[in-house]
């Protein structure tokens, strides 16, 4: 029996039997510095820094339908070419229960 303390329940009664998810990220990276040794006007020691300019990039989808469920994941990171190379990556993974 229902009463009025009991917690109604409704648009969850029965589980999705399809889930879709997907997604996107960009992120950039760009970095510098100078330093300077200097006393009196005179400047002892200089030095730069810096680190390429680089451009991340994700894309994934997950899903699921009834117990099989399915993600992909694509990642590339791009650096300027300053020595800088570019790095991709793609991962699946699977799951069944």
């Known amino acids: 029996t229902?009463?009025?303390n009991t917690p109604k329940r409704e648009g969850f009664?029965?589980?999705s039997m399809v889930d879709f998810m997907a997604g996107a990220g960009v992120s950039y990276l760009g970095w510098s510095a100078?330093?300077?040794v200097s006393k009196n006007?005179?400047?002892y020691a200089s030095a730069e820094y810096e680190i390429s300019?680089?451009?991340y990039k994700e894309l994934y989808f997950?899903?699921?339908?009834?117990?099989?469920?399915?993600a992909i994941s694509y990642a590339q990171n791009?650096?300027?070419k300053k020595g800088g190379l570019t790095k991709k990556s793609l991962s699946i993974t699977q799951r069944v229960h």
């Open 78 to 80: 791009e650096a300027e």
């Open 2 to 4: 229902i009463d009025q």
């Open 41 to 43: 006007g005179n400047t």
């Open 34 to 36: 100078n330093s300077e």
């Open 13 to 15: 009664e029965d589980e």
């Open 62 to 70: 997950q899903g699921r339908i009834g117990d099989y469920q399915l």
């Open 53 to 55: 300019n680089s451009l």
